[in-house]
């Protein structure tokens, strides 16, 4: 029986294999401490929001300021890392989180600090992460052994954790002993070992036969992907619905802290340590419980278990009760979001693994940051409860969407793409000639015609999602056996990177159609340059522009 991508990340070795690896391990540790860095940054910053203003929702716009630039420019920032060095780009990025937290710092050290100043530094800081993140994570598989790719995905979650468990606490203590500028600055040298660590990187780049694609295509070609792809635009909905649900927890701790608990920096660094400690609680228990349970059960059962923590937070008023609802929520969190990181991470092609881990952190970061605004709004209309106990509710009515969007068990395959060889040219063509036609004729039995159609179906996924246009089949009225597939790529270069695309199991989904010849007969293939009026000069030596 076929294992799923859960089943196969507890049989292939232990969580810590991957730590084997020095460079892994390297850049793990690194970006502990970078983590570490940013929930100073977040406690500070909220912490420091509650202190110039007294409205909930600018408190909660802290978490949006940090989270949004994920939402905004995670795709954009995965066609780069798909398109150039993933190191560079990673350096980079880590610039300008640390110019960015050191200017906080030193606003705040002068007395310039407002509201404003704290979103838009928080905003520009969360920019340099949004850059840096799919880089990071793509560049995971070139680190790690792919048998232990699924460790090392839930490592770098679980580094996050760790930071998160940490993190607040000492984040808290330092912003009542030392002040917001210590806070501030901490996170800026936090950035430090990671950006020594990259540059240190001796990283080979795999080189591409063809340039790179413009940026807008490279965007276009991600979003095409997860179109195209039912299982990874599954995965996506449920992760933003799951992310917007359940932001409650993050946005409003602050005011947890100082409206239920009437407490201090002290107590709100606590609450966002247990919240830590539990999703490391998670990470541990997080290979039994994928034994035990498919994706599908998985995430549900998080949901069930972030949604009553949540509604047992907001009912509480003692510390202690608070600080154990936020330890099963932590828990359940993490379980549900690393397990969906991990099988978008599993499926994910070489091409286009920037783009989806961005589509990702896009959903994540998206769903947490409008969330949070939403929850804000609530609390700042209503109160504290009320937004609480809303987010509760939601997250338990996203049960409902496994009832038409279930998560899809991911089989283990080979992600790397299949190289064809070239198909022979008779005609003078540049990169950028085009369009390109495709034409395919196949003979197929009469009484074989709609399990036919039903496999071409599949393999209209497969050529769309990999760079094709204007896909159609078309069946002979002359002779009803032959059937005629069409497609479009704007130009030659993109009809190469399409052939370059496909997968072992995308070849298979070919393969499957091709089964369906009549004994005899192979199939045809016409590429065509499409010739539309005015794209041919008039005259011989007229110019071409």
Known sequence: MEMSVTERVGAKGSMIAPLRTPLFRRIWLASLLSNLGFMFLAVAAAWQMTLLTPQADMVALVQTALMSPMMLLSIPAGALADMYDRRKI??????????????????????????????????????????????????????????????????????????????????????AVAGAVTAFASTAMGYLPLLLVMFLWKREPVPSRLPPERIDRAVSAGIRYVFHSPPIRVVLIRTFTFCFAGGSVAALLPLVARNLLHGTAEIFGLLLGCFGIGAVLGAI??????????????????????????????MSGYAPLTCLALIVAGTGWMIALTLLNVVIQTSAPRWASGRLLATYNAASAGGIAL???????????????????????????????????????????????????????????????????????????????????????????????????????????????????????????????????????????????????????????????????????????????
Not at 146 to 175: H, K
Not at 288 to 310: D, G, K, M, N
Not at 400 to 426: C, F, G, H, M, Y
Not at 464 to 489: K, L, M, T, Y
Request: charged share 20%; with cysteine; net charge neutral.
């Open 371 to 545: 969330g949070s605004w939403f929850w804000g709004y609530i609390a700042e209309e209503f109160d504290v409860k009320h937004a609480l106990f809303g987010s509760a509710g939601l997250l338990t009515a996203t049960l409902l969407l496994a009832l038409r969007l279930r998560i899809a068990k991911i089989p283990e395959t080979d992600r790397e793409p299949v190289k064809l060889t070239d198909p022979e040219v008779n005609l003078a063509l540049t990169g950028r000639s085009g369009p390109i036609v495709v034409e395919l004729d196949y003979r197929v039995p009469a009484n074989a015609a709609r399990e036919f159609y039903g496999r071409m179906l599949a393999v209209r996924s497969v050529r769309c999602r990999n760079g094709a246009f204007d896909w159609s089949i078309a069946r002979d009225i002359q002779d009803p056996e032959i059937w005629v597939e069409r497609f479009h790529c704007p130009t030659w270069h993109d009809y190469l990177r399409q052939r370059d695309r496909n997968t072992p199991e995308e070849m298979q989904v070919h393969l499957d159609a091709h089964s369906f010849l009549k004994d005899g007969h192979e199939m045809s293939v016409r590429r065509l340059l499409e010739r539309p009026f005015g794209s041919v000069r008039w005259k011989e030596d007229a110019p071409d522009n």
């Open 90 to 175: 990673g350096l980079v990025s880590l610039c300008l989180s640390l110019l960015s937290a050191t200017a906080l710092a030193t606003s705040t050290l002068f007395g310039l600090v407002t509201p404003w100043v704290i979103l838009g530094f928080c905003f520009l800081i969360g920019t340099g992460m949004a850059l840096f993140a799919p880089a990071w994570q793509a560049s995971v598989g070139e680190q790690v052994p792919r048998e232990t790719l699924p460790q090392a995905v839930a490592l770098n979650v679980i580094s996050f954790n760790i930071a998160r468990s940490f993190g607040p606490a000492i984040g808290g203590i330092v912003v």
């Open 285 to 314: 228990s997080l290979n039994r419980i994928r034994r035990s349970f498919s994706e599908e059960a998985t995430v549900s059962l998080a949901a069930i278990v972030v949604s009553a923590s949540i509604a047992t937070i907001a």
